[in-house]
Every structure is written in structure tokens, then in C-alpha cells.
């Protein structure tokens, strides 16, 4: 492999560790904890798994007692994050700490790796030149979900084909939810696997008063503020275009928050907000409308917008109409060819032939919901009936939100003020993050993560996650230890079923980070406050390198 100069200087970088990980490990049992809500229910669904009690590790005076050597297998679940390379390698660097003859086994292409028995064994010059680098190419990823009983059961004759006793799942809320399943099910069968899980997701979505952030999600951000940064220069040098820039994040806006916060655009649309709001899209092109009419009287015929990928699933009316395309689009997994909607979509690859379908079927339930369609750009139709994945999601990714917001934009200031001179670039920034190489914070924290599986699994622990927390502290301060996975857990309507998962954190429009954005947007919509962040920086002062997010820091009260 040909490596670059940066991920040479990068392979020497030993990430740091917190004091209690750092010798030998005393593990202090806390208290029996509850699930956040449905309690009855979700005790009912995890009998072996439920009210475990919280796990924190000191630093012990004593040398490490002698463990056996054991096997151990690791699986990439969901979307890339950087960092994910560095849980591998803290859990390699633990495991063989405590036993250097125990084994890593990585099972490839993500959760499906384990089902088809794909995998690989995990040595130190495998390892080696994946050390701090971004990506997850090291065994690769993957969305199939882990869910049935049947994938469980050919899982576990895999796992003892390799005498595999346990496994680390890397995943976010959703793989998350699967590796609590896993090993509720693998306890109820006494099959001798433990399952611990790791809070990996760039939308940082995956966070409790436990979990302080899911990896990925410092570095991801970083290099989409250090773009916007750049653009919000371009924007001021040009002065005549407006930049709408949709940004990652499934659901959440913590992505588009903490850009806003590291950048200072002027105009940052929250999902969350537009939702509780109950604003229609109509309004939500209005607001726009108006900043571009005043910054234009002001003589600045620029701007930057931020507009969350989820967006449109928050507006009301929206989310009715992809909530009735979801159901008219469901496909039954065991019964793939029962929907003759979906039928009738695949005998086609003509596109207005499958939206002509969708409309017709639409009329018939819905007719309301199907002119708000009819009402929609051809683009945007198109993209609202993409193939759901398999855990039902619109790849909303794939949805030109920027563009369907910057056409009703420049419509509106027309029809406000034809005087007003509106050019629009249209970005959307994803991909460009999500296999950065780790920041300082992301090296550091998923090697943590990693190492304090690690120690989970020796203490015999399963159905917890890993954590690490008190991370605007200095590494060497933070805290290390497992949270019962069921503790994040409650119950929720998934594709027409009540199912027990962990409640996905959106942005907390009472918290800090929100608050701050909220005092300053209105003067950083009128005035042109821009920062430009620049690049990610890997070697110099602790106070440029090590600094995490600013969402962060503001939750901590820093
Ligand atoms: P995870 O939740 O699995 O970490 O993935 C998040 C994400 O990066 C979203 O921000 C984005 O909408 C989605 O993945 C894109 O998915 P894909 O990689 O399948 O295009």
C-alpha cells in the first residue's frame, strides 16, 4: 500500500488514553440502572439483559491479574465515521495487553460479514498501516440489519467455528439496538458470546447523559466547517452568489448546528425546530427569502445557507406525504413481490412512468397529500420515491433538498422584489467527512473506545456499550466504562411495529448549543460575521489540536 506523507507522520501518533486505562484496570460496579422510558416493557423484552448496573474503571494499584487468552470478533455496522480504524486498534492493543495470544477476528462488509461467515483475522501488521487513518476499509461496512433469530443462530455456529466468545459491534442507534438484541438472545441461550457495542455515527445522534458524542462526529464536522469556511470566503471575495449547502446527518441537525456555530453563515435551518414550529415549506422559503432581500438593500448579494439533509422530513406536510409514500412503498422482506405498487415501479426505468404510478396510487388514499406531490419539482418527486433501506429510512442523502429550496427561493424574491439579484451555487457536503483521517479528539476517543471494550469483555460483561466520558477534559482525565445498552432503550413504532430501541437524540432546542445559535443568527443573517475554521490541524498546540466541538464544549458548560 502507498501511503501518504500525512499518514506517515500520522502511523507514529500514539493516541492518548485516559489514567485508568492506562496500567491495570479496577473495575467499580455502580448502581442497578433503568431503562429512559417503558420500563415494564422493555424488562419484559431483555429478562437477562435489563437493569444491569453501570461499570466505571479506575486506575489500580495492584499489577493485572492473569487472563486467559480468548477470541474476539469485531464487526464495521451502518455508515463510515473516521475513527472507526482506531476502536480496532485500542480493542487490538487491550485484548493483547491482557493476553497476547487472544485473537481479533473482523468480520467483512458489516453485520452480514458474521451471517455469511466473511472474515478475516485481525494481526498487528495488518493492522499496522491503518492506525489513525480515516475509512472503513480495514473489513469494510454495511447496512444489513441484525435482527432475526435465524441470523443470530448462523451467527453463533460462526462465532464458535472460531471460538469466538465475543463481539464488538460498531455501529449507531440502530446497530446498536441489534447488538442489545444479540445479546439478550445469546444470554437467554447461555451460548457463552458476550456483545458489546461502540457509539459510532458522524450525525451524532447517538448521545445520552452517558454517551457525550458518537465518534466521527468531531472530525466530520471539522472538514465540512473548514469547506463552508472556505466558500464563506469565496462568498465574500465574489460577492455575487449565494451558496446553499446541504450537509449530512439522517435526521438530526447536530451536523448543520455545530457547522453554524464553527462558521457563523447566515442562514442555518434546524430540522427540529422547523418541526416543533410546525412551519410549512412555504414559510421556511419565506424566511430565506426575506435575509436574501435584506442583505441585498444592505448591498451584499452574497450569502452562505446550511440546510440539513433531513430537512424535509421535518416539515409537517412533508413528512405526511413521505410517510404515505412509505407505506405505499413498503416491501415486506419475506415477501418481497407482495406491494404491486412496487411491482408496477420496477416494470419501468422510465421516471415520469413511476411517478405517473405513484401519483395514480396516491389519488386513491390520499388525494391532499398526492397535489402537495404534484406540487413538487419532477426532481424532487423522483428522489421522494427512491428504494427505502432496510431499516425503512428514505436515503434522504440522495434528496436535492439545497436545490428544491434554492428554485422556490429565487421564485419568491422574485415575486417579492425583481430588483433583487439572486444567484445560487448549490454543495452538498457528506462523503467528504466521513473518512477523514481522525482528528486528535476522534484518534483519541475511539482508540478508547476500542481499549475499553476491551476491558468490558475480560470483566465478562455483555449488552453493554462502551463509554468514555468527561471528554472536554483533558484525555488523561476522561472517564472509561460501560452503560447498560437497555438503559438508552424505549419503545417506538418502527414500519407499523412497537419495537424497543435507543431513543435517537435530536437537537435539544432547550440546550446550550441551540440557545447560543439562537441569540446570534438574526445579526449573522443581517451582517456578514463569517469564520473560516481552515483545516483540521494534526501536530502543534493542544489548544488548536485537541480542542473537541463546540457543541460539545457548550453542553459541558465549558
Ligand atoms: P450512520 O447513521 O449509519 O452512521 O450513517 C449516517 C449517514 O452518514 C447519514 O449522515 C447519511 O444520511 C447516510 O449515512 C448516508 O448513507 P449511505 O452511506 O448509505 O449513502
Redesign the pocket.
Same mark, same amino acid.
Given at each position: 500500500m502507498t501511503i501518504s506523507s500525512l499518514q506517515q507522520a500520522r502511523a507514529a501518533y500514539q493516541p492518548k488514553l485516559p489514567v485508568s486505562l492506562q496500567g491495570s484496570v479496577k473495575v467499580c460496579v455502580g448502581a442497578a440502572t433503568q431503562s429512559v422510558a417503558d420500563q415494564a416493557k422493555i424488562k419484559e423484552l431483555f429478562p437477562n439483559t435489563y437493569g444491569l448496573p453501570l461499570i466505571t474503571f479506575e486506575a489500580a494499584g495492584a499489577s493485572q491479574a492473569a487472563f486467559p487468552a480468548i477470541n474476539v470478533g469485531v464487526i464495521l455496522s !451502518? &455508515?463510515q465515521?473516521p475513527g472507526g480504524h482506531n476502536v480496532i486498534s485500542g480493542l487490538f492493543d487491550g485484548l493483547k495487553k491482557l493476553n497476547p495470544a487472544s485473537r481479533l477476528y473482523g468480520f467483512l462488509g458489516g453485520p452480514s460479514g458474521l451471517v455469511d461467515n466473511k472474515y478475516v483475522e485481525i494481526t498487528a501488521e495488518f493492522l499496522n498501516p491503518y492506525r489513525n487513518t480515516g475509512g472503513f476499509d480495514i473489513i469494510g461496512s454495511g *447496512?444489513t440489519k441484525l435482527e432475526k433469530e435465524a441470523q443470530f443462530d448462523t451467527g453463533l455456529a460462526n462465532l464458535k467455528k472460531l471460538g469466538i466468545t465475543a463481539l464488538v459491534i460498531i455501529g &449507531?442507534d440502530d446497530s446498536n439496538t441489534n447488538a442489545a438484541l444479540l445479546a439478550e438472545y445469546y444470554a437467554a441461550k447461555n451460548a457463552g458470546v458476550q456483545v458489546i457495542g461502540c457509539p459510532?455515527?458522524? /450525525?451524532g445522534d447517538l448521545k445520552n447523559e452517558m454517551i457525550e458524542t458518537s465518534f466521527g462526529f468531531d472530525t466530520a464536522v471539522k472538514v465540512y466547517s473548514e469547506l463552508i469556511g472556505n466558500i464563506e470566503r469565496d462568498a465574500n471575495s465574489a460577492k455575487k452568489y449565494w451558496h446553499f449547502i446541504k450537509l449530512? !446527518? *439522517?435526521s438530526a441537525s447536530h451536523i448543520a448546528l455545530e457547522a453554524a456555530l464553527q462558521t457563523q453563515p447566515n442562514i442555518t435551518l434546524i430540522s427540529e425546530e422547523v418541526f416543533a414550529k410546525a412551519e410549512t415549506l412555504d414559510e421556511i422559503v419565506n424566511y430565506i427569502a426575506d435575509i436574501v432581500i435584506e442583505r441585498s438593500k444592505n448591498g451584499n448579494n452574497f450569502g452562505v445557507a446550511l440546510i440539513p439533509?433531513g430537512l424535509l422530513e421535518f416539515i409537517p406536510e412533508i413528512k405526511k406525504l413521505i410517510s404515505a409514500l412509505n407505506t405505499l412503498l413498503a416491501v415486506d422482506k419475506d415477501h418481497p413481490d407482495s406491494n404491486p405498487v412496487v411491482n408496477e415501479l420496477k416494470a419501468t426505468n422510465d421516471n415520469d412512468q413511476k411517478v405517473e404510478i405513484v401519483t395514480r396510487h396516491l389519488t386513491i388514499i390520499e388525494p391532499e397529500l398526492s397535489a402537495k406531490f404534484t406540487s413538487l419539482p419532477a426532481a424532487q418527486r423522483i428522489q421522494l420515491i427512491l428504494e427505502r /433501506?432496510e431499516h425503512g429510512n428514505l436515503?434522504?442523502?440522495q434528496i436535492e433538498t439545497e436545490k428544491l429550496l434554492g428554485d422556490l427561493v429565487k421564485a419568491k424574491v422574485k415575486s417579492k422584489d425583481r430588483d433583487v439579484k439572486f444567484s445560487v451555487q448549490y454543495h452538498f457536503f &457528506?462523503y467528504e467527512g *466521513?473518512c477523514a483521517a481522525p482528528s486528535n479528539f476522534d484518534a483519541d476517543y475511539c482508540y478508547s473506545l476500542g481499549y475499553t471494550a476491551s476491558v468490558l469483555i475480560a470483566n465478562g460483561s455483555t449488552g453493554y456499550m462502551a463509554s468514555v466520558r468527561n471528554t472536554t477534559a483533558p484525555a488523561d482525565k476522561w472517564i472509561a466504562g460501560g452503560i447498560p445498552i437497555t438503559m438508552m432503550m424505549n419503545m417506538e413504532i418502527r414500519q407499523g411495529e412497537e419495537k424497543p430501541v435507543i431513543q435517537k437524540a435530536l437537537v435539544d432546542l432547550n440546550g446550550k448549543p441551540f440557545a447560543y445559535f439562537k441569540e446570534h443568527r438574526d445579526t449573522w443573517a443581517k451582517e456578514t460575521s463569517y469564520v473560516y475554521p481552515g483545516p483540521i490541524q494534526y501536530f502543534g498546540p493542544t489548544e488548536t489540536c485537541d480542542r473537541t466541538t463546540i457543541t460539545l464544549e457548550l453542553e459541558k458548560g465549558k
Amino acid at each position: 500500500m502507498t501511503i501518504s506523507s500525512l499518514q506517515q507522520a500520522r502511523a507514529a501518533y500514539q493516541p492518548k488514553l485516559p489514567v485508568s486505562l492506562q496500567g491495570s484496570v479496577k473495575v467499580c460496579v455502580g448502581a442497578a440502572t433503568q431503562s429512559v422510558a417503558d420500563q415494564a416493557k422493555i424488562k419484559e423484552l431483555f429478562p437477562n439483559t435489563y437493569g444491569l448496573p453501570l461499570i466505571t474503571f479506575e486506575a489500580a494499584g495492584a499489577s493485572q491479574a492473569a487472563f486467559p487468552a480468548i477470541n474476539v470478533g469485531v464487526i464495521l455496522s !451502518g &455508515g463510515q465515521a473516521p475513527g472507526g480504524h482506531n476502536v480496532i486498534s485500542g480493542l487490538f492493543d487491550g485484548l493483547k495487553k491482557l493476553n497476547p495470544a487472544s485473537r481479533l477476528y473482523g468480520f467483512l462488509g458489516g453485520p452480514s460479514g458474521l451471517v455469511d461467515n466473511k472474515y478475516v483475522e485481525i494481526t498487528a501488521e495488518f493492522l499496522n498501516p491503518y492506525r489513525n487513518t480515516g475509512g472503513f476499509d480495514i473489513i469494510g461496512s454495511g *447496512r444489513t440489519k441484525l435482527e432475526k433469530e435465524a441470523q443470530f443462530d448462523t451467527g453463533l455456529a460462526n462465532l464458535k467455528k472460531l471460538g469466538i466468545t465475543a463481539l464488538v459491534i460498531i455501529g &449507531g442507534d440502530d446497530s446498536n439496538t441489534n447488538a442489545a438484541l444479540l445479546a439478550e438472545y445469546y444470554a437467554a441461550k447461555n451460548a457463552g458470546v458476550q456483545v458489546i457495542g461502540c457509539p459510532k455515527t458522524i /450525525d451524532g445522534d447517538l448521545k445520552n447523559e452517558m454517551i457525550e458524542t458518537s465518534f466521527g462526529f468531531d472530525t466530520a464536522v471539522k472538514v465540512y466547517s473548514e469547506l463552508i469556511g472556505n466558500i464563506e470566503r469565496d462568498a465574500n471575495s465574489a460577492k455575487k452568489y449565494w451558496h446553499f449547502i446541504k450537509l449530512m !446527518g *439522517r435526521s438530526a441537525s447536530h451536523i448543520a448546528l455545530e457547522a453554524a456555530l464553527q462558521t457563523q453563515p447566515n442562514i442555518t435551518l434546524i430540522s427540529e425546530e422547523v418541526f416543533a414550529k410546525a412551519e410549512t415549506l412555504d414559510e421556511i422559503v419565506n424566511y430565506i427569502a426575506d435575509i436574501v432581500i435584506e442583505r441585498s438593500k444592505n448591498g451584499n448579494n452574497f450569502g452562505v445557507a446550511l440546510i440539513p439533509e433531513g430537512l424535509l422530513e421535518f416539515i409537517p406536510e412533508i413528512k405526511k406525504l413521505i410517510s404515505a409514500l412509505n407505506t405505499l412503498l413498503a416491501v415486506d422482506k419475506d415477501h418481497p413481490d407482495s406491494n404491486p405498487v412496487v411491482n408496477e415501479l420496477k416494470a419501468t426505468n422510465d421516471n415520469d412512468q413511476k411517478v405517473e404510478i405513484v401519483t395514480r396510487h396516491l389519488t386513491i388514499i390520499e388525494p391532499e397529500l398526492s397535489a402537495k406531490f404534484t406540487s413538487l419539482p419532477a426532481a424532487q418527486r423522483i428522489q421522494l420515491i427512491l428504494e427505502r /433501506d432496510e431499516h425503512g429510512n428514505l436515503p434522504v442523502s440522495q434528496i436535492e433538498t439545497e436545490k428544491l429550496l434554492g428554485d422556490l427561493v429565487k421564485a419568491k424574491v422574485k415575486s417579492k422584489d425583481r430588483d433583487v439579484k439572486f444567484s445560487v451555487q448549490y454543495h452538498f457536503f &457528506g462523503y467528504e467527512g *466521513r473518512c477523514a483521517a481522525p482528528s486528535n479528539f476522534d484518534a483519541d476517543y475511539c482508540y478508547s473506545l476500542g481499549y475499553t471494550a476491551s476491558v468490558l469483555i475480560a470483566n465478562g460483561s455483555t449488552g453493554y456499550m462502551a463509554s468514555v466520558r468527561n471528554t472536554t477534559a483533558p484525555a488523561d482525565k476522561w472517564i472509561a466504562g460501560g452503560i447498560p445498552i437497555t438503559m438508552m432503550m424505549n419503545m417506538e413504532i418502527r414500519q407499523g411495529e412497537e419495537k424497543p430501541v435507543i431513543q435517537k437524540a435530536l437537537v435539544d432546542l432547550n440546550g446550550k448549543p441551540f440557545a447560543y445559535f439562537k441569540e446570534h443568527r438574526d445579526t449573522w443573517a443581517k451582517e456578514t460575521s463569517y469564520v473560516y475554521p481552515g483545516p483540521i490541524q494534526y501536530f502543534g498546540p493542544t489548544e488548536t489540536c485537541d480542542r473537541t466541538t463546540i457543541t460539545l464544549e457548550l453542553e459541558k458548560g465549558k
